[in-house]
């Protein structure tokens, strides 16, 4: 009995041997302190969509850094490495704010002041790890546009265009008279062999360059060395601009390249003028379009050398799985906009290649960026950036064909004028190209509109096509003293004009156009022209122009401005108007000084307190009529907006003069 009891004890023992010790209850890992409340970041962490602004000075900025706060060394070792005045001597008067990107993008920081100063941004590397979601990532800038990490940046947007875009893929339907072929060189040589090429029927993807001709004229073709072209032309003879075009052309995987100084004869104006007809279909054919923005010649070249200085301004101790070592980098943002005031973007003729082109890869002094129908990118940003040409860009226009519905068509015309105003600002070598340069976009709008075209404006929109005014800074436009287009067509000045000067938003015809023809010179009906004219009906009165020289000196006109002050006067009334050229009084009779007002049409507010009339301000011409019996014919001078009455039904009535055409004769008038 006591051996029993003895054996059930020992197997109970070896029971609680073999069974594990109770588990004891642990307090959970208190979780490390806080960093301190930094009072100029507020250790705020970032996370939210939304941007949100800071704001402090270099002083508390710096004296944050050398705190516990783990952002602030950060944001000041960017201003100290790349803003030096700042960072030796900083003063509450620098004023700084930075904002987190929104959805990923760098941190931005601006230092304001006295002086001006860089904008900056804070960035990781594109696929490394990020330590604090205000540092997005970003794309390092290579030293040079021509390196091998600049090409494959370049291909790689251009697969993806042409692998996702529905809206880039049409492409040629009529191709160039002639294309430069590019091959492979000699054996053991690098440079590609290059002629001239005539394709026939077949399909081919090529390439366009557009470039600034300069004062140095660039190679070209002519007839005498035309044959010789085809044969072979030595690539190291090329100005760099046209290797660094062949170069880039090669890289894309393309065979075939557009030049046009090489790819039309030069001294032959009836292949210049046939070639000049088929801009549009030569550039919106192009696979892709390579401007040249910051050379202002052909001598100067695509590619350039950068530096984007940046700098690192935080690394980690330690690296990734991968053996990557998180880093975070400053470097002063790159201004999108500086893109507008490169050389090439002052042409006039850089400006339809633009427009029509379907894919373009601009070359810029900072970066390489990417333009297409559907997205616009950088060299410096893995994202899509707003680059995008808006409301001017044809694509937008419509995706149907002529006719289009009213809306659509008001939307066509005003889209033109926006182009107009836009062209007109740009710089031409030859003036006598002022309509030529543009025809390509005329071509397209035809397409889209189907309106007849007459030297710069379309038949079925000419009252609001006629209603343009000069725009100079400190002085008004002038008329070319060799003839190029009608006085009523803007393509008859030189210098800015602008379409937007109409005040009072419900405007109806009060004339009708009887007639309107041009004589163009050459094939292209959309390019030079010998003559034109207009005849309409409209009601029409006398007045005598009369101008201020005391006040012209200071004066500017808000609404059309320009400095040139001049009147227009008939019976007790007195009217400015809007002159296309400074008018001279001297010597003049008071015969000379009668001129004729058109009345277009007139307008009103929506509440019909205002009602005005615009009308063309014309002079005899002086040009000898065709034959004896021929009418009166008168040019342009100007453009009159002339407010009629102002009522205010809740108040008194204001009355600017009198009706100007109170006592109109309405008449058929040919204007030239």
């Known amino acids: 009995m006591v051996f029993r009891k003895f054996r059930s004890l020992r197997k109970s023992a070896a029971l609680e041997e073999a069974s594990p010790p109770p588990e004891t209850k642990k307090d959970p890992p208190k979780p490390p302190d806080p960093p301190p409340r930094c009072n100029v970041c507020r250790n705020h962490d970032w996370t939210r969509e939304e941007s949100i602004i800071y704001e402090t000075n270099a002083q508390a900025l710096e004296e944050s850094a050398r705190g516990k706060c783990q952002l602030c060394p950060v944001l000041w070792s960017g201003i100290t490495q790349l803003i030096p005045a700042v960072g030796e001597n900083p003063q509450p008067a620098h004023y700084i704010r930075f904002w987190p990107g929104k959805g990923g993008l760098p941190l931005r920081l601006r230092v304001g002041g006295p002086d001006e100063h860089p904008k900056l941004e804070y960035f990781t590397i594109e696929g490394a790890p990020s330590p604090r979601s205000a540092f997005g990532p970003a794309r390092q800038i290579s030293p040079h546009s021509g390196s091998e990490r600049c090409r494959f940046l370049m291909a790689e947007w251009l697969d993806d265009c042409v692998s996702n875009h529905q809206e880039c893929s049409k492409g040629a339907e009529v191709l160039p008279t002639r294309l430069l072929l590019i091959g492979e060189g000699a054996p053991g040589s690098p440079l590609p062999s290059v002629r001239l090429y005539e394709p026939s029927d077949e399909r081919v ?86 401007a040249s923005s910051w050379s202002g010649n052909s001598m100067q070249g695509c590619f350039s050398t950068r530096e984007a200085e940046e700098r ?47 894919r373009i890869i601009h070359f810029l002094p900072e970066e390489v960026r990417w333009e297409c129908r559907k997205s616009s990118k950088c060299e410096c940003s893995v994202r899509e950036t707003d680059l995008s040409r808006g409301d001017v ?66 038949t079925e929109n000419l009252v609001n096509g006629l209603l343009w005014t000069c725009v100079n800074a400190g002085i008004v436009g002038s008329r070319s003293r060799t003839y190029r287009a009608p006085s009523w067509s803007w393509a008859s000045m030189d ?106 049409g007139h307008s009103t507010d929506y509440q019909d307190r205002y009602e005005s009339t615009v009308s063309l301000v014309l002079i005899p011409s002086r040009a000898p009529p065709s034959s004896p019996s021929q009418s009166p014919r008168y040019e342009r001078i100007g453009v009159l907006h002339h407010t009629v009455q102002a009522h205010d039904p809740g108040g008194p009535q204001f009355v600017y003069g009198q009706d100007w055409f109170h006592d109109a004769e309405e008449k058929a008038i040919t204007i030239i």
């Open 205 to 290: 993807d090529y390439a366009t360059l557009s470039h600034c001709w300069g004062g140095r004229i660039p190679m070209m073709t002519t007839k005498d060395n035309l044959q010789d072209r085809k044969i072979g032309i030595r690539f190291e003879q090329l100005p760099k601009t046209f290797q660094d075009a062949i170069l880039t052309t090669r890289s894309l995987g393309l065979q075939c390249l557009w030049i046009d100084s090489l790819c039309i004869a030069q001294d032959d104006p009836r292949e210049w003028a046939q070639e000049i007809a088929k801009m549009k279909d030569i550039f919106s054919g192009s696979f892709v379009t390579l």
């Open 312 to 358: 690192v301004v935080w690394q980690s101790r330690y690296r990734t799985a991968d053996g990557i070592q998180p880093k975070i980098f400053a470097r002063r943002v790159i201004g999108h906009k500086v893109a507008r005031k490169q050389p090439l973007n002052s042409r006039a003729w850089a400006y339809q290649e633009h427009l029509l082109s379907r």
């Open 393 to 458: 860009s044809h694509e937008n226009w419509s995706t149907g064909t002529a006719p289009l519905p009213s809306d659509a068509l008001r939307h066509c015309y005003s889209t033109w004028h926006s182009i107009v105003s836009e062209y007109s600002s740009r710089a031409l070598s030859d003036p006598a190209d002022k309509l030529p340069a543009i025809a390509g976009l005329a071509a397209l709008t035809k397409s889209v509109c189907g309106s007849r075209y007459v030297a710069g404006l379309w």
């Open 495 to 600: 210098g800015t004009v602008q379409y937007n000067t109409w005040p009072l938003p419900r405007f109806e015809n009060t004339c009708r156009l009887l007639s309107g023809k041009c004589d163009a010179i050459g094939p292209d009906p959309f390019g030079r022209v010998s003559s034109g004219d207009l005849v309409i009906r409209g009601l029409t009165v006398q007045a005598v122009v009369d101008v201020d020289q005391s006040n012209n000196s200071n004066y500017e006109n808000s609404h059309t401005r320009n400095t040139f002050r001049a009147w227009l006067l008939r019976d007790d009334l007195r009217a400015e108007f809007a002159a296309d050229e400074s008018i001279s009084l001297t010597e003049q009779t008071d015969s000379s000084r009668m001129v004729l007002c058109l009345q277009l």
